[in-house]
């Protein structure tokens, strides 16, 4: 395994995507007592297969477990615990203001404001920890949550939220996802992703190493067994308005079918059946091959998961999984496609020191049944996804990509003043996305609505193994 | 509020413009408001916003005292910026998002006024990945600057003390000030009968005391915001 990282002293959930345990439940808890809630943080290290569950650690050994358990720490959890003010202190300022604080960063305004979550989000101060129970089978969530909560005088459920992986990783929008995530520096992984991105170093998830910025290192909250090998993790509500997307992907078909010229571009020869072969819904028509086109540039991947940049013209069942690609040169994949904002790889971009450094770990999981597009309800209910943002400094990693390359453009000029029209904060009077031809010339769509509104959140610690044993052996 | 009261009225109107008043409210009024009500100092920067027009261009104006106030002191501040021109150049290259820094010195104080894109902390955070080495060498002459220096290993440390020095900027309308005051104090009633905006708001007095270095408005533009990118892509100069 690693020679840089002890995999046993990290939390499982950090660089394991936990992919054969699709049901996911988050239990948001309260510390009802803080003596009781540090021994039981002691008791879920303890290795005991009774009472608190154990914390699922990145070294499984020989067994794979059952179900798996992680947590993660607020602010105020911390506080609340009796964390001495001097370690406290040392903790970023984006986590110890709390998600809700950072909502003009992140583009939580209007129907994503803080003001408008719904409990147990509306009220911050009470969320202290946020623990997940990751299993094979449903039932094993409740067998899991009846243990965590055993002990009413340590902690105090405010909430859960609960979501399930779909087959093939598909998520609501119905684009294949969790693809890739970052490799890691030190980390093992057989060379199974060859995903065209340098390796990360582990600074970029774990406190206490190199980071991606040359000479920077991160500041590790003391005592050492603390903050070392701990990290933090945005975790987000994130609805998604699914018939929005789909009637938005109408509305823009008929508007490119207005365009001959366009439609020629978009659509070569052969292009249409071979759409159509992949997404069948409404049979090989120009319509339903444009509605995809959209689709597929909006993501930057077609929804089967080809990414833009190595097909811009079709899907290819060959690459559906594909990730070695980069945005050199005259790549087909649009500026201000989803994954390339979020990610622009060594493409070029205005803030040349930042590329590859604000990279995350993204565990995300869909919550809400599947929206089904032959019969649509009358009142669709709530559906999304349960999001995990993982990065060793939100500030830098996660704000700093949502601010400036999702939120405002500022990577590149042909951008800037837009948003992420699959995730940002659209307004249907304002927004705008360039869907590139052939040609070299741009198609501006406009009219987006918002398709994802933020319902809750909060920005948590996720401590190592020996942090969660300090933490339960606090006197104060 | 104006009078067309008799010789008493206009004596009570008249009296605030007088010097002695003044000098007398300075030293006396201020003071005894100051002591019971005290006052945070305001943030500096940019206010947040979310419009893409307000998070371009954005000022910062940061004053730092100098440790040795003298013209010596003065001197090796010239100095340690004219020694790392080039590498000022290099971080404005590599950073992207700044359309124009200065460097002036007023008084024992170096500052720094610079023109920007974007979130604050990024673009603080990548300056230091670019040349945290200029800022070394000109915080090492500043005030306190040892508490955060070197910037590559006190980042967040560093951006806060930077955050700390940039000057507050007052609104353009009296209002707008008032309603910063309250949200710093998560004060959410509105402003009591000290605000008389016709007058000068005590809350402004008492600010501009714990706050002396200020920033009048956020910059006028004489025209929309434009990114630095934007700028030089459209003059053909690459970006």
Same mark, same amino acid.
């Given at each position: 395994?690693?020679?840089?990282?002890?995999?046993?002293?990290?939390?499982?959930?950090?660089?394991?995507?936990?992919?054969?345990?699709?049901?996911?439940?988050?239990?948001?808890?309260?510390?009802?007592?803080?003596?009781?809630?540090?021994?039981?943080?002691?008791?879920?290290?303890?290795?005991?297969?009774?009472?608190?569950?154990?914390?699922?650690?990145?070294?499984?050994?020989?067994?794979?477990?059952?179900?798996?358990?992680?947590?993660?720490?607020?602010?105020?959890?911390?506080?609340?615990?009796?964390?001495?003010?001097?370690?406290?202190?040392?903790?970023?300022?984006?986590?110890?203001?709390?998600?809700?604080?950072?909502?003009?960063?992140?583009?939580?305004?209007?129907?994503?404001?803080?003001? @408008?979550?719904?409990?147990?989000?509306?009220?911050?101060?009470?969320?202290?920890?946020?623990?997940?129970?990751?299993?094979?089978?449903?039932?094993?969530?409740?067998?899991?949550?009846?243990?965590?909560?055993?002990?009413?005088?340590?902690?105090?459920?405010?909430?859960?939220?609960?979501?399930?992986?779909?087959?093939?990783?598909?998520?609501?929008?119905?684009?294949?996802?969790?693809?890739?995530?970052?490799?890691?520096?030190?980390?093992?992984?057989?060379?199974?992703?060859?995903?065209?991105?340098?390796?990360?170093?582990?600074?970029?998830?774990?406190?206490?190493?190199?980071?991606?910025?040359?000479?920077?290192?991160?500041?590790?909250?003391?005592?050492?067994?603390?903050?070392?090998?701990?990290?933090?993790?945005?975790?987000?509500?994130?609805?998604?308005?699914?018939?929005?997307?789909?009637?938005?992907?109408?509305?823009?078909?008929?508007?490119?079918?207005?365009?001959?010229?366009?439609?020629?571009?978009?659509?070569?020869?052969?292009?249409?059946?071979?759409?159509?072969?992949?997404?069948?819904?409404?049979?090989?028509?120009?319509?339903?091959?444009?509605?995809?086109?959209?689709?597929?540039?909006?993501?930057?991947?077609?929804?089967?998961?080809?990414?833009?940049?190595?097909?811009?013209?079709?899907?290819?069942?060959?690459?559906?999984?594909?990730?070695?690609?980069?945005?050199?040169?005259?790549?087909?994949?649009?500026?201000?496609?989803?994954?390339?904002?979020?990610?622009?790889?060594?493409?070029?971009?205005?803030?040349?020191?930042?590329?590859?450094?604000?990279?995350?770990?993204?565990?995300?999981?869909?919550?809400?049944?599947?929206?089904?597009?032959?019969?649509?309800?009358?009142?669709?209910?709530?559906?999304?996804?349960?999001?995990?943002?993982?990065?060793?400094?939100?500030?830098?990693?996660?704000?700093?990509?949502?601010?400036?390359?999702?939120?405002?453009?500022?990577?590149?000029?042909?951008?800037?003043?837009?948003?992420?029209?699959?995730?940002?904060?659209?307004?249907?009077?304002?927004?705008?996305?360039?869907?590139?031809?052939?040609?070299?010339? @741009?198609?501006?769509?406009?009219?987006?609505?918002?398709?994802?509104?933020?319902?809750?959140?909060?920005?948590?610690?996720?401590?190592?193994?020996?942090?969660?044993?300090?933490?339960?052996?606090? @006197?104060? | 509020?104006?009078?067309?009261?008799?010789?008493?009225?206009?004596?009570?109107? #008249?009296?605030?413009?007088?010097?002695?008043?003044?000098?007398?409210?300075? #030293?006396?009024?201020?003071?005894?408001?100051?002591?019971?009500?005290?006052?945070?100092?305001?943030?500096?920067?940019?206010?947040?916003?979310?419009?893409?027009?307000?998070?371009?261009?954005?000022?910062?104006?940061?004053?730092?005292?100098?440790?040795?106030?003298?013209?010596?002191?003065?001197?090796?501040?010239?100095?340690?910026?004219?020694?790392?021109?080039?590498?000022?150049?290099?971080?404005?290259?590599?950073?992207?998002?700044?359309?124009?820094?200065?460097?002036?010195?007023?008084?024992?104080?170096?500052?720094?006024?610079?023109?920007?894109?974007?979130?604050?902390?990024?673009?603080?955070?990548?300056?230091?990945?670019?040349?945290?080495?200029?800022?070394?060498?000109?915080?090492?002459?500043?005030?306190?600057?040892?508490?955060?220096?070197?910037?590559?290993?006190?980042?967040?440390?560093?951006?806060?003390?930077?955050?700390?020095?940039?000057?507050?900027?007052?609104?353009?309308?009296?209002?707008?000030?008032?309603?910063?005051?309250?949200?710093?104090?998560?004060?959410?009633?509105?402003?009591?009968?000290?605000?008389?905006?016709?007058?000068?708001?005590?809350?402004?007095?008492?600010?501009?005391?714990?706050?002396?270095?200020?920033?009048?408005?956020?910059?006028?533009?004489?025209?929309?915001?434009?990114?630095?990118?934007?700028?030089?892509?459209?003059?053909?100069?690459?970006?």
């Amino acid at each position: 395994m690693s020679a840089m990282v002890k995999l046993a002293d990290l939390q499982g959930n950090i660089l394991r995507g936990y992919t054969k345990k699709p049901h996911v439940r988050y239990l948001i808890l309260e510390v009802a007592n803080p003596a009781a809630a540090r021994r039981w943080l002691a008791a879920s290290t303890s290795g005991r297969s009774d009472g608190v569950p154990q914390i699922t650690s990145g070294d499984w050994g020989a067994s794979k477990p059952d179900t798996c358990f992680n947590i993660g720490l607020t602010y105020e959890g911390l506080r609340t615990l009796g964390t001495p003010s001097a370690s406290l202190e040392m903790f970023p300022n984006e986590f110890i203001e709390g998600m809700t604080a950072r909502a003009l960063k992140l583009g939580d305004v209007g129907p994503s404001a803080p003001e @408008t979550w719904p409990a147990p989000f509306n009220e911050p101060k009470r969320i202290h920890l946020i623990a997940t129970i990751y299993a094979e089978q449903p039932e094993q969530l409740n067998d899991v949550q009846k243990r965590a909560l055993a002990d009413t005088s340590a902690v105090t459920l405010v909430g859960t939220r609960e979501g399930y992986s779909f087959p093939d990783d598909r998520v609501h929008f119905g684009y294949r996802d969790n693809i890739m995530q970052p490799r890691f520096e030190g980390v093992h992984d057989a060379d199974r992703y060859a995903d065209g991105q340098p390796k990360a170093p582990l600074g970029t998830v774990l406190l206490g190493y190199r980071t991606n910025l040359e000479g920077l290192r991160w500041r590790v909250p003391e005592p050492e067994e603390l903050g070392h090998n701990g990290t933090f993790n945005a975790f987000r509500v994130l609805k998604q308005d699914v018939a929005g997307f789909e009637a938005y992907l109408d509305q823009a078909a008929d508007e490119l079918l207005k365009q001959p010229q366009a439609v020629g571009e978009l659509l070569p020869p052969g292009a249409e059946a071979k759409i159509g072969k992949v997404f069948s819904i409404e049979g090989v028509t120009p319509r339903s091959a444009l509605r995809e086109v959209v689709a597929a540039n909006l993501c930057g991947r077609w929804r089967d998961g080809t990414p833009l940049a190595l097909s811009a013209d079709v899907p290819d069942p060959e690459l559906v999984k594909a990730a070695n690609f980069d945005y050199v040169g005259e790549s087909r994949c649009p500026f201000g496609a989803h994954i390339r904002r979020s990610n622009p790889r060594g493409g070029k971009i205005v803030q040349r020191v930042a590329n590859n450094s604000r990279r995350l770990v993204r565990r995300g999981v869909p919550y809400g049944p599947a929206y089904d597009r032959t019969q649509p309800r009358q009142l669709e209910p709530e559906r999304g996804l349960l999001g995990n943002f993982i990065g060793a400094n939100l500030g830098a990693q996660f704000e700093a990509m949502s601010c400036d390359w999702l939120n405002l453009g500022l990577q590149d000029p042909r951008l800037t003043g837009s948003n992420d029209a699959l995730t940002g904060a659209n307004g249907t009077d304002s927004s705008w996305f360039d869907l590139p031809l052939k040609s070299g010339s @741009t198609i501006r769509l406009r009219g987006l609505p918002r398709f994802v509104s933020t319902q809750g959140g909060a920005y948590a610690f996720l401590p190592s193994l020996r942090a969660i044993r300090y933490l339960g052996s606090l @006197t104060t | 509020m104006p009078s067309e009261g008799g010789l008493l009225d206009r004596f009570v109107d #008249w009296l605030p413009t007088t010097l002695f008043f003044k000098r007398a409210a300075s #030293w006396i009024l201020v003071p005894y408001w100051a002591h019971k009500t005290p006052v945070k100092p305001l943030p500096g920067g940019p206010h947040p916003s979310f419009e893409h027009g307000d998070n371009v261009q954005c000022m910062m104006n940061l004053i730092m005292p100098l440790k040795v106030k003298s013209p010596i002191g003065r001197a090796e501040a010239a100095l340690a910026i004219a020694q790392n021109k080039d590498a000022i150049y290099a971080g404005l290259n590599n950073v992207g998002t700044v359309h124009f820094a200065r460097f002036v010195i007023v008084g024992d104080n170096i500052c720094m006024f610079s023109v920007y894109d974007g979130d604050f902390t990024n673009y603080i955070r990548d300056f230091i990945a670019t040349i945290g080495s200029v800022f070394n060498a000109v915080v090492a002459l500043v005030e306190d600057g040892e508490d955060v220096t070197p910037c590559e290993k006190n980042v967040d440390a560093f951006i806060q003390w930077i955050h700390e020095r940039d000057l507050y900027q007052v609104p353009d309308t009296a209002t707008d000030f008032l309603r910063d005051q309250e949200a710093l104090n998560g004060d959410t009633a509105m402003s009591g009968n000290h605000d008389d905006l016709t007058l000068l708001p005590r809350k402004l007095v008492l600010q501009l005391r714990a706050n002396p270095n200020v920033s009048l408005g956020n910059g006028y533009r004489a025209y929309p915001g434009f990114s630095a990118a934007q700028v030089r892509e459209r003059l053909e100069l690459g970006w």
